[in-house]
């Protein structure tokens, strides 16, 4: 039981010591011919990677989720309008997102532990 707690404080740490990363460029991924963007996101045993999605406000994203370890953790994924979805391994679940007006929504594994946002950032 102890040992639990342990991990779950050097798991809190780390998250706690990457400040606010940087989200990834209103530009990432790839436009679709249906004029969607697509960003491709990897959920493994660290979490969601990128977990920070930049979009221009009301942009229309497809986040394209790949689960690529064998966790329970991160088998179900809580979609930004709280639906929960399986993730099978090594198997793309597209997932479809609205940027915002301000602010973020926000993505998390089925037992919450591991989060990633949408991030509608100002154009410049
Ligand atoms: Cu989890």
């Not at 707690?5 to 990363?21: R, S, T, Y």
């Not at 930049?54 to 809580?78: H, W």
């Amino acid at each position: 039981m102890s040992l639990v707690i342990a991990l779950a404080l050097v798991a809190c740490k780390k998250d706690a010591a990457k400040v606010a990363p940087t989200p990834t460029p209103v530009t990432a991924g790839a436009v679709g011919a249906d004029g969607v963007r697509r960003v491709a996101i990897e959920a493994n045993k660290e979490g969601y990677r990128p977990d920070r999605v930049g979009g221009k406000p009301g942009e229309k994203l497809t986040l394209v989720f790949t689960r690529t370890a064998d966790s329970s953790c991160i088998a179900q994924l809580k979609t930004p309008d709280g639906k929960l979805v399986d993730l099978p391994m090594n198997q793309p679940v597209e997932v479809a997102v609205t940027v915002p007006a301000t602010g973020e929504v926000g993505f998390a594994c089925g037992m919450d532990m591991f989060h990633g946002a949408v991030i509608a950032e100002k154009s410049s």
